[in-house]
């Protein structure tokens, strides 16, 4: 289950841009192509969260669809299916533009924890 790494992963990054506040979001772009299992990682973002400024954080998830560049004729297209190939010319020799990301967009925190509940 690569889902566990990326939830870990995931976790190392919200928590060290939180500086030690309390974290009540993280929203994340997740590509097809990266093959995660939304409730997957949903489940181990739960248990790596567990016991720290995490707990309880929604984890929000933005999914990216494949797309790419043609590079026979230039046309760009949403990717379906493999074998990829343009729809505009049928041609194979494809460049993946989107899909493959896997990003951390934003943090949310709670910034009363700063202030000490005031």
Do not use: N, W, Y
Request: net charge negative; hydrophobic share 45%.
């Amino acid at each position: 289950m690569h889902e566990l790494s990326i939830a870990s992963a995931l976790a190392d990054i919200a928590l060290r841009h939180a500086d030690g506040r309390r974290v009540t979001a993280v929203e994340v772009s997740v590509g097809r192509l990266r093959q995660v299992v939304p409730s997957a990682l949903e489940f181990a973002f739960e248990l790596v969260a567990k016991d720290t400024p995490l707990e309880g954080a929604r984890l929000e998830l933005r999914d990216v669809p494949a797309a790419g560049r043609c590079r026979g004729c230039g046309a760009e297209s949403r990717l379906d299916g493999f074998p990829f190939a343009c729809t505009a010319c049928g041609e194979l020799d494809i460049e993946v533009t989107a899909g493959d990301e896997l990003t951390v967009d934003a943090i949310e925190v709670d910034d009363m924890a700063l202030s000490g509940g005031r």
